[in-house]
């Protein structure tokens, strides 16, 4: 297969959809040589945050010298950016190469009995492979639903385990309470393993605690065994102190904006110092300085442009919604906030909502690119509790024109909502030439 026919025969894998379990991923990978085996890992979970804290704990491990492996999900724009070594995105004739060579093992898997793997099972053990064949140091691996039945949990052991925090997310697969949700998460947890959180609510302390105590693990917590301190977010970033396991950091500063990132930033430092400490990397206080400011992770509170200023990021749940409110708050300054918002239908809507319209002057409802759209148009209806002026546009690009037809120079458009949404906002906002911002 070339690198099209690949992404088809992705496409065609979605058709399994969501199939939790790890029966169908330890036959897999088996079956292409266990390459799970030849390499270290750090396993991030958590419901947000995980993305950006793999970002930045892969960025200090490169300032180090080591060769890393990211997996990370869902993409913005290119397949291949899910698999990365040292924030090189897997060349695209190589990823064609790596499906071609899966396609006769998973006939192979049918032919024996077993369910056919998913699409986000094939991508696991296609990054795997790649990881080991080109001689990563250590893999970085964001989970990609839960925890405990994920597919990233083929690994029998890790350096560090994390889980960033417990909210409320993917209750239809796992649980409907904090409590329960954690109890998945926390699946990740390996016997006398390491694992690092910055969990607040009691609830899923109590589990992750509890985990840990069952299976002999050690447990350090962001804010009791760690602990930072704000100097300053802006719009540069934020700045902050940390006393963390193993000295004390001053000013150390992230790109990545709003007041969350300090936290995920905390978090990184924490995996990082705690695989030092148990595992003996050999990383220093200038590498964690130097990959800490050097992190990107594209799609998060994104400024694509000023005057008017245009923001994107994924906030696709509750508890992103409330985070991107207060960053709304807490660092930009605008006359009038222009929500362009799009969800899928497996989300909160109405709460998201809630967080986000009643800043707003006006939201433009649009629909991700994405077969769980669902009924999108819904979003309109509870927008319309909180502002007068709710438009409903299906196609994004004519979304995005009509928020900049709207906007004063010195109003706010903040598009988010689903990934899949900010992603193709983002790759039609990077076209535009300068003239074609120019406000009302």
């Known amino acids: 297969m070339n690198y099209r026919e ?14 939790l379990g790890l029966e169908r991923i330890k036959e897999l990978t088996r079956r292409c040589g266990s390459p799970q085996e030849r390499l270290r890992f750090i396993h991030i979970g958590g419901t947000n945050g995980k993305g950006s804290v793999a970002a930045m704990v892969a960025s200090i491990l490169e300032q180090a010298g080591y060769r890393i492996g990211l997996f990370t999900s869902p993409h913005l724009h290119s397949y291949t950016e899910r698999m990365r070594i040292n924030g090189v995105p897997i060349p695209e004739e190589r990823l ?3 499906l071609t060579w899966f396609k006769p093992v998973l006939e192979a898997m049918v032919a024996a009995g077993y369910e056919h793997p998913t699409e986000f099972e094939v991508s696991t053990a296609a990054a795997l492979k790649y990881f080991a064949e080109e001689g990563a140091d250590l893999a970085v691996l964001e989970v990609g639903l839960g925890g405990a039945i994920d597919s990233t949990n083929v690994i029998d052991s890790a350096l560090v385990s994390v889980i960033t925090n417990v909210g409320m997310d993917h209750m239809q697969y796992l649980g409907n309470n904090i409590a329960a949700i954690a109890r998945v998460k926390a ?56 006393q963390g396991l193993l000295g004390t950091y001053k000013g150390l500063r992230t790109p990545l904006l709003g007041r969350h990132q300090l936290e995920n930033a905390a978090i990184a430092v924490t995996v990082v110092e705690a695989a030092v400490r148990h595992h003996g990397l050999g990383v220093t206080a200038a590498h964690i300085r130097h990959g800490l400011a050097q992190a990107s992770w594209p799609g998060r509170l994104e400024i694509m442009h000023r005057e008017p200023m245009v923001v994107i990021d994924g906030a696709h749940n509750v508890d992103g919604a409330g985070t991107l409110r207060r960053a709304l708050e807490e660092i930009f300054s605008y006359r009038q906030l222009i929500l362009v918002l799009g969800m899928l239908a497996d989300k909160e809507r109405e709460k998201v909502v809630a967080e986000l319209a009643p800043k707003a002057a006006a939201v433009i409802v649009t629909r991700p690119n994405n077969p769980r759209a669902g009924e999108w148009q819904s979003l309109a209806g509870f927008a319309r509790r909180y502002v007068e002026q709710v438009e409903v546009i299906e196609s994004i690009p004519e979304a995005l024109n009509r928020a900049l037809h709207i906007a004063g120079p010195s109003d706010l458009i903040c598009v988010t909502g689903s990934l899949y949404m900010v992603a193709d906002a983002r790759e039609w906002l990077k076209k535009l030439k300068k003239e074609d911002f120019t406000c009302r």
């Open 6 to 19: 690949a992404l088809e025969f992705l496409r065609q894998l979605t058709k399994f959809g969501c199939n």
């Open 96 to 98: 064609a190469a790596l």
């Open 187 to 242: 699946g990740i947890i390996k016997e006398g393993g390491i694992v690092v959180t910055a969990a607040h609510r009691p609830e899923a302390l109590e589990v992750i605690s509890r985990t840990c105590r069952e299976k002999g693990a050690t447990l350090y917590r962001v804010g009791r065994d760690v602990t930072w301190q704000e100097r300053r977010v802006s719009l540069a970033g934020g700045e902050f102190d940390l």
